[in-house]
């Protein structure tokens, strides 16, 4: 088929699916897992938050298609007797929304400093260049590992509990911002040597209505492309602190802290809560890659003209 | 002789640099020790009467101010002193290095296994780009970029110990007492505790530096000395390895030195999994233990160990690549 300048409208819907069939089944899972989540009271059989709506008796019961299970529970139970379906509706839906909050704060820092650095060169620039350059060299797993260890060290597991959602969104979108600002910056030094940035100027458009309405919308593919993959990074993040008990608390799983609570249970034989939601990770994280992999392909023109 | 004494200054400005960090997380592990920690607590428990802590406060200098209190702790710091940690009764930086030959060995044993994946795997999907293998091999690091480490770990563990009963899923094994350092290399056992971990925490560098060795690769092939090279009847083999890759190498003696961080991140996680005996397992002890001097001690150590790599590694790319200028020397 002809990839080209033909493609308008649906029609570049139409090509994109085409040539890549992986994306597209990409896209309808998370669409799915997204939808899932985003209706989990609805779909959820039980409140997982709810400690008194589980029921000892009902620990470590295997998945429906296995021997001993009881079918009021679709994928078994965990070692509280939670419904282990309900808990990873409600731990995916704290793991896309931690995920995609920091991305955001990501974006909200390094777009801007981005746009900046690229657009007025000089000082600022150097002043985030070097900014991004140290904040990169230091890892951003480690340090947000540190920080939340810190805030876990000083004030105690009870207040982490209650802070977990913001506190980790926070230190996940601060350590990464940078990746944001580098995209930017080395788009804007593009696009502002273009001539309509000139024809700008000269009918008198200040700076900033420049790079707000004319710079900005044109280098938003490269910048889709990157939060993409960002966002598979922060879930990532956010599922590895929640491993080491440094994350979501275990009466508010996501599920990196459903993975870990089933660790222990493993060697016991109930499988089940730690590669159940250890799957629906790494088909989301997957899912994200996959099509943040075919969105760089198809909107970068380098590789579309091959 | 003149590039010898800009090599000199280089070297002297670049560990003058790597003290003024060092003195940068000192200063930041005073922070957190006054403000998280109670030093009285290290000492005594917390069942004492008030008036006895307060006379203990004055004779430790803990009601003295904070900038005397710092200076005293850098200079201790200097040799080599920094608290008692709360858990262990004992000092600070002999129980962390104490767990430094474990995480020491997981890491060599996963740096062996990149660096005997990544130089083949990325020069074979390089040279033959469009083969079948180079496809292979790019979407097996899709998915290894896209698996947790802490999920590899499991299921490596699900797969070879409770399911096939081949490898030991946790802790060193038998080790062997070399005085200082204690090793599990030497032992069948040791050796057999080590696979599983090495391996998971591979699994995550391995993928990223395979396209690093692949996209290095594929530069040096589009130069002209390897026309030159082919042209006047070299072997392909004697090209791509003799001349192309030692040349791609540079960049990634860089590159490889800023993952030091990212790799201590991916050991800790290695270690809880595998319940290694290593320091960052020890971290994470005393983190829900609230040892603060032990965290502390943690943090200082990881960081000194982060400016010598990284020292070393600019060091390393300044002795094998003659075209870095010492710009900045002046």
């Given at each position: 088929m002809s990839a080209g300048?033909?493609?308008?409208?649906t029609n570049v819907l139409a090509g994109f699916a085409a040539a890549r069939p992986g994306a597209v089944f990409a896209a309808l899972l998370l669409g799915l897992v997204a939808l899932a989540c985003l209706f989990a009271p609805l779909i959820a059989?039980?409140?997982?938050?709810?400690?008194?709506?589980?029921?000892?008796?009902?620990?470590e019961l295997p998945p429906?298609?296995?021997?001993?299970?009881?079918?009021?529970f679709l994928l078994g139970t965990d070692a509280q007797g939670r419904d282990l379906f309900s808990a990873i509706l409600y731990g995916t839906r704290i793991s896309l929304l931690v995920g995609m909050l920091a991305v955001l704060i990501q974006a909200a820092i390094g777009v801007p400093s981005g746009l900046l650095a690229g657009y007025f060169g000089g000082r600022v620039d150097s002043l985030v260049t070097r900014a991004a350059d140290i904040q990169l060299s230091l890892s951003t797993l480690m340090m947000a590992i540190i920080v939340m260890a810190l805030f876990r060290a000083g004030l105690g597991g009870e207040a982490l509990n209650r802070f977990a959602v913001p506190l980790l969104v926070l230190v996940i979108g601060l350590a990464e911002w940078p990746v944001f600002a580098r995209t930017a910056r080395a788009s804007t030094l593009v696009e502002a040597a273009k001539d309509y940035v000139r024809a700008g100027r000269a009918v008198g458009s200040s700076d900033l209505a420049i790079v707000r309405r004319h710079i900005l919308p044109n280098i938003l593919s490269p910048l889709v492309v990157v939060a993409t993959t960002q966002v598979a990074g922060a879930i990532m993040a956010e599922a590895a602190l929640s491993f080491l008990?440094?994350?979501?608390?275990v009466t508010k799983p996501s599920l990196g802290t459903l993975i870990r609570s089933g660790y222990d249970l493993m060697f016991a034989g109930a499988w089940w809560v730690t590669v159940l939601p250890g799957l629906v990770l790494i088909g989301v994280l997957i899912s994200v890659n996959v099509l943040g992999d075919a969105l760089r392909d198809w909107l970068d023109p380098r590789r579309r003209v091959r | 002789m003149k590039a010898f004494a800009e090599g000199a200054v280089f070297i002297a400005r670049r560990l003058a640099q790597a003290l003024l960090v060092m003195l940068a997380i000192l200063v930041i592990a005073f922070a957190v020790r006054t403000s998280l920690g109670d030093p009285l607590r290290e000492i005594m428990?917390?069942?004492?009467?008030e008036s006895e802590r307060a006379q203990l406060r004055h004779e430790l200098g803990l009601d003295a101010p904070w900038p005397v209190q710092l200076a005293r702790y850098l200079g201790r710091a200097a040799t080599g002193d920094l608290g008692t940690s709360?858990?262990?009764?004992?000092?600070t930086v002999a129980v962390v290095l104490a767990k430094f030959p474990a995480s020491f060995e997981l890491v060599l044993g996963a740096s062996l296994i990149v660096l005997l994946l990544s130089v083949p795997g990325g020069v074979y999907s390089a040279v033959r780009p469009r083969g079948l293998g180079a496809k292979l091999i790019l979407s097996v690091s899709v998915l290894g970029i896209s698996v947790p480490v802490f999920l590899t770990g499991i299921f490596l563990i699900t797969v070879f110990?409770?399911?096939?009963?081949?490898?030991?899923?946790?802790?060193?094994g038998e080790t062997l007492d070399l005085g200082v350092w204690q090793t599990g290399l030497l032992t069948l056992d040791g050796l057999k505790h080590l696979i599983l971990p090495a391996v998971t925490l591979s699994s995550i560098m391995l993928p990223l530096f395979i396209r690093l060795v692949r996209g290095a690769m594929l530069d040096e092939l589009g130069h002209d000395y390897v026309r030159t090279a082919h042209a006047k009847g070299a072997s392909p083999p004697r090209v791509w390895i003799v001349h192309a890759l030692r040349n791609a190498l540079l960049p990634l003696v860089a590159v490889g030195g800023l993952q030091v961080g990212t790799l201590i991140a991916y050991t800790l996680l290695t270690e809880t999994v595998f319940q290694w005996p290593g320091m960052g397992f020890l971290f994470l002890e005393a983190v829900t233990r609230s040892d603060i001097p032990l965290i502390t001690t943690y943090l200082v150590l990881v960081g000194l160990l982060f400016v010598i790599t990284n020292t070393i590694v600019d060091l390393l790319s300044l002795m094998l690549d003659p075209r870095i200028s010492l710009e900045g020397t002046r």
């Open positions: 300048a033909s493609q308008t409208g059989p039980q409140d997982p938050f709810d400690l008194s709506s589980f029921d000892l008796l009902d620990a429906v298609w296995q021997e001993g299970s009881d079918a009021r008990g440094l994350g979501m608390p | 428990g917390q069942a004492v009467p709360i858990i262990y009764k004992r000092p110990s409770v399911w096939l009963g081949w490898l030991p899923a946790f802790g060193r």
